[in-house]
């Protein structure tokens, strides 16, 4: 383990509490408040400008020091989850009904860590933008905060965010150069036919047969359109239509998720939904209305800041415990909004497989007994730290090549 990391120990407990604190009191998408205010209050404690109100409950703390005009974005997301908690933690949830399921107490926590560390004691030369961003889950607060001029107040030249990932070695840190999360789009197609008496079926157009036939088409999608080099994920998580035996219904719907970890090949998703709908209907003596939202873009890591963020883990780790090759995930993440402005790299930090003895770390995210791994606060703050001091380092280092 790195000097960072050994430098760091000794404040890590006050965050480990801050982690359990921010833990007890989780907070839904854009309803940070609790959050956002304990996270501007401290970073203006450790002399950070705080900027707040971005994206509605987002925060940014800037620190500038030096001359350089480099700028370093860190991202944090900081809501939870309508999820009753069943960890049996001592810190777990005082708000019935909502959990940090997904770690993102953590991811603040770490953060924190690092921003108090790094006033104190990293030396660097430049601009630190710390990003604070609500509901990650699925609303979108990253595109929120880019809205309301995340990089035209603050511009970065590379941002680089960090999520746990239970079932890998607590503190391992894995990332990849390229498309490393999927895109995720919501889509529901309605059939409309005709009602009727079940005991006529050919008085009536039935949209219930056209439903079961679309949802076996749509299984060729994947198999049959997409490249099986290429990843691609159709999923008909709902199938809803009729409420008598004797009924045929007007109408049935199909609720998709629709995944890909390439541009074109959600773009070829898309087409080939579109017109499998239109001619299953058509072949029932149906229509169907496809209402396609766009969900979380593609997450593509940039080669050099990936270069540098894996770097910098074997730095902190040692080699043995970084993984450059990391598998690519089927999950969306809305950081990717912020890499298709700005380059960067998101890295997953090992949450625990169960063989440290902490069954909660190796629970994955979402579940009721998930909890964030709080050995991790030191690893993720040290990365940080390492990270700043490597992308924001002072000139006379540079110069003779450190
Ligand atoms: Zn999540
Ligand atoms: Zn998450």
Request: charged share 20%; glycine share 10%.
């Amino acid at each position: 383990m790195g000097h960072m990391l050994e430098s760091l120990l000794p404040q890590v407990d006050e965050f480990v509490a801050l982690r359990r604190e921010i833990h007890r009191f989780p907070e839904l998408a854009f309803s940070e408040h609790r959050t956002s205010e304990l996270v501007a209050t401290r970073l203006a404690g450790w002399g950070y400008e705080v900027h707040r109100g971005l994206g509605g409950t987002g925060v940014v703390g800037q620190l500038r020091r030096g001359s350089s005009s480099r700028s370093l974005g860190l991202r944090a997301d900081m809501d939870a989850l309508p999820i009753a908690e069943a960890s049996g933690r001592p810190w777990a949830s005082a708000c019935a009904g909502l959990m940090h399921a997904c770690g993102h107490d953590g991811h603040t926590a770490m953060l924190l860590a690092a921003a108090s560390y790094i006033a104190r004691s990293v030396e660097f030369d430049g601009t630190l933008n710390l990003i604070f961003q609500p509901a990650e889950e699925g609303a979108g607060g990253a595109v929120k905060m880019m809205e309301d001029g995340l990089f035209e107040r603050f511009p970065c030249d590379a941002v680089f965010a960090m999520h746990n990932m239970p079932g890998v070695p607590q503190g391992h840190l894995w990332l990849r150069e390229g498309a490393s999360m999927a895109s995720s789009d919501d889509v529901t197609i309605t059939l409309h036919g005709t009602g009727g008496h079940g005991a006529m079926p050919h008085r009536a157009a039935d949209p219930v047969v056209a439903a079961a036939s679309l949802v076996m088409a749509l299984q060729t999608v994947v198999s049959r359109n997409v490249d099986p080099l290429q990843a691609a994920v159709v999923t008909v998580g709902a199938l809803n239509a009729g409420k008598a035996n004797n009924v045929i219904p007007a109408q049935a719907s199909l609720e998709l998720s629709v995944r890909a970890l390439d541009r074109g090949v959600r773009q070829h998703l898309r087409e080939r939904i579109h017109a499998l709908a239109q001619a299953q209907a058509e072949s029932f003596s149906v229509r169907a209305e496809v209402n396609w939202r766009e969900g979380y873009a593609v997450l593509v890591n940039t080669p050099a800041e990936t270069a540098l963020a894996a770097d910098v883990a074997e730095q902190l780790a040692g080699p043995a415990r970084v993984n450059r090759q990391a598998p690519p995930l089927t999950a969306s993440e809305d950081f990717a909004f912020m890499l298709e402005k700005v380059p960067g790299c998101y890295l997953l930090i090992g949450n625990g497989d169960g063989s440290d003895g902490n069954a909660a770390g190796a629970c994955m995210v979402h579940n009721p007994g998930y909890d964030f791994n709080d050995d991790n606060v030191a690893v993720g703050a040290a990365y940080w730290s390492l990270l700043v001091q490597r992308f924001l380092q002072p000139a006379a280092r540079l110069a003779i090549g450190s």
